[in-house]
T-cell receptor, first 116, second 112 residues
């Protein structure tokens, strides 16, 4: 299957700082990327859908000014958690798709964010 | 609202036995369903998928069954192995859409 890489795998930051997480499709062009967050022992919750070259579509309840998403190229999307607080600590996972509705979405390995 | 849920949060099986993980979904407009396996600290791994125009699909040691009448999805794992221990999620995708919505998850324990 196709490879999606996230960086970093884990990060610890201080409250009030911002953290950027990268999601790259290594061997295909991802017209659509998705960002999820997952709390311990819970399911993946979709945060937003990003299409290359356009603004991201956020799910209800997700603050777009808090979680900035940029999808500037067909192989890279970034999620920036701004002014992070301890409650933002979570496992963030991206997935990428070549864009057709019947196309499998490939997942990154996830980023563990801990805000102290 | 839309939801994809599971009947059992945990499942414990003996090595070599067959496992059945169930999932109920509520969005009748969903036309594509996927099962994922997630190991601790990792992203979801695709196992098998099925379209709404099918009721059964088989892979290597895994079978997915879809019952649209009762909006039920199941994953059967044959000859379960210790390496199958993980959390399993069913997920759905709606007609014409790309976003994948995940169910609650079932943790599978395989006893040696």
């Amino acid at each position: 299957g196709a490879v999606v890489s996230q960086h970093p795998s884990w990060v610890i930051c201080k409250s009030g700082t911002s953290v950027k997480i990268e999601c790259r499709s290594l061997d295909f062009q991802a017209t659509t990327m998705f960002w999820y967050r997952q709390f311990p022992k819970q399911s993946l919750m979709l945060m937003a859908t990003s299409n290359e070259g356009s603004k991201a579509t956020y799910e209800q309840g997700v603050e777009k000014d808090k979680f900035l998403i940029n999808h500037a190229s067909l192989t890279l999307s970034t999620l920036t958690v701004t002014s992070a607080h301890p409650e933002d600590s979570s496992f963030y996972i991206c997935s990428a798709s070549s864009g057709r509705g019947d196309t499998e979405a490939f997942f990154g390995q996830g980023t563990r964010l801990t805000v102290v | 609202g839309e939801s994809v849920g599971l009947h059992l949060p945990t499942l414990s099986v003996q090595e070599g036995d067959n496992s059945i993980i169930n999932c109920a979904y509520s969005n009748s407009a969903s036309d594509y369903f996927i099962w994922y396996k997630q190991e601790s600290g990792k992203g979801p791994q695709f196992i098998i998928d099925i379209r709404s125009n099918m009721d059964k699909r088989q892979g290597q040691r895994v079978t997915v069954l879809l019952n649209k009448t009762v909006k039920h999805l199941s994953l059967q794992i044959a000859a379960t192995q210790p390496g199958d221990s993980a959390v399993y999620f069913c997920a759905e995708r709606g007609t014409g859409g790309f976003k994948t919505i995940f169910g609650a998850g079932t943790r599978l324990f395989v006893k040696a």
